[in-house]
């Protein structure tokens, strides 16, 4: 019997305990909380060592430069840099396929499923800005009016999953489909109010590097590896242009197609032709390398392409978004020191105060009154399970800003006093949010089953 085909024998303990501890890992990682949790943990941190003895190695930490060269060229950045204009592209990449998923079979699927999360969205940006504006207008902290605008996708779903299975999933298909859309018009707001000056060249640049994504993707290129040159080529056109360039992953979420490649065959009928050839091959007393290659080619391609790029691009990219990159940027910009908040600065209490019941107070009653206004005047009605009691949880986890918030705040403000504050205060708002919307669930958890 040749070598490959040799009867299976038992498994060794450590390899089963590595299997056990991997799969255990796995399920672990797909639990909606968790993420949540690793993003509160991270933050946490960056908190207590910016305000510790060792704050000077934490600003160290941030400012390092890290080189990349070859031959005479070299680039040098800042850790801080890296994470907020580079591995946060792969975030907004995964939020932008995440919205294609939504526009092509989702909740953005059609203009009636999408009207009350696109009119509870549009509540919940216009009313914590109104707040924003009203208490900051025309002083030099008017430029963060954007701030308490978005939702974090991750935290937020992330505290509704704490609340267990028997929450109706209408609840957490409306909660998704507002915080997409939170992200949607975030992303518009960063691309036109907070880029200064275009350089058109830039722009040619990203364009060429689109019309090189749409070549691979006539090409029949399904893996992902090869897509990193033209993303590279759009990220540095959006850089030059004065765009921030993470929209570049928005850009290349967008473009993600929502329909597997073209095959000669159907990929389950792929695999089963070519799984028998393979028992056909294996069949004799040998099997050479070379006869064996092109089914399992096949079997390998029809496997990839099971799923859709768009799909292939969330699996992927999901965990490590979720686990590595977040958390990191929650490291690098949640290190709020309190002294350099500087709340005894009146301007500094006015972004504090006005951040914080723009989340905790505008998002929600944005939310709820603009799907009020919605299913009143008939132009669409709640979802069959979920309640009212499910759209105030909605509204109030929604005034969950971190991520988004942070990032936009680090583009909002010059002023480092100011910026320290929007932190702390986006830091103050996302936590009342998150225990108000987990005390209501509790509380209500009943009436989020019952009759609208």
Known sequence: ?????????????????????????????????????????????????????????????????????????????????????????????VVGAEIRQEIHNGA???????????????GGVVVP?????????????????????????????????????SIPGGVRVLLLALAIIDDIVAILIIAV????????SGIVIAIVGMLMVLLFQRMGIGKMPPYVLPGAIIWYGLYKTGVHPTLAGVILGLMSPVRSMPMRERPLEAIQKSFHELVERFSGNAAEPTSVSKPLKVIRQAEREMLTPVQRIQAALHPWVAFAIMPLFALANAGVNFGGANLENVLSQHVFAAIIAA??????????????????????????????????????????????????????????????????????????????????????????????
């Open 1 to 93: 019997m040749p070598e490959n085909q040799q009867p299976p024998t038992s498994i060794p303990r450590p390899q089963q305990l590595a299997e056990k501890a991997l799969s255990a890992l796995e399920r672990f990682s797909h639990i909606e909380a968790v993420s949540g949790i690793a993003l509160l943990i991270a933050a946490i941190t960056a908190l207590i060592w910016a305000n510790s003895l060792y704050a000077e190695s934490y600003e160290h930490l941030l400012h390092t430069q890290i080189s990349i060269g070859f031959g005479d060229f070299s680039i040098a950045r800042s850790f801080h840099f890296l994470i907020n204009d580079g591995l946060m592209t792969i975030f907004f990449l």
């Open 129 to 165: 800005a109104a707040i924003y504006i009203a208490v900051n207008h025309g002083t030099d902290a008017s430029d963060g009016w954007a701030v308490p605008t978005a939702t974090d996708i991750a935290f937020a779903v992330g505290v509704l999953a704490l609340l267990g299975k």
């Open 359 to 452: 989340l905790v107070v505008g998002k929600p009653m944005g939310v709820i009154l603009a799907s009020f206004l919605l299913v009143k005047s008939g132009l669409c009605k709640l979802p069959s399970d979920v309640s009212w009691t499910g759209v105030i949880l909605v509204g109030l986890l929604a005034g969950i800003g971190f991520t988004m918030s942070i990032f936009i705040a680090t583009l909002g403000f010059n002023d480092e006093g100011l910026l320290a504050a929007s932190k702390l205060s986006v830091l103050c708002a996302s936590a009342t949010a998150a225990a108000l919307g987990l005390g209501w669930g509790v509380i209500r958890r009943s009436s989020l089953l019952g009759m609208k």
């Open 108 to 122: 953005l699927a059609n203009f009636k499923m999408a009207l009350l999360p696109m009119g509870a969205a549009f």
């Open 193 to 200: 109010f907070y880029t200064t000056s275009l350089d058109y």
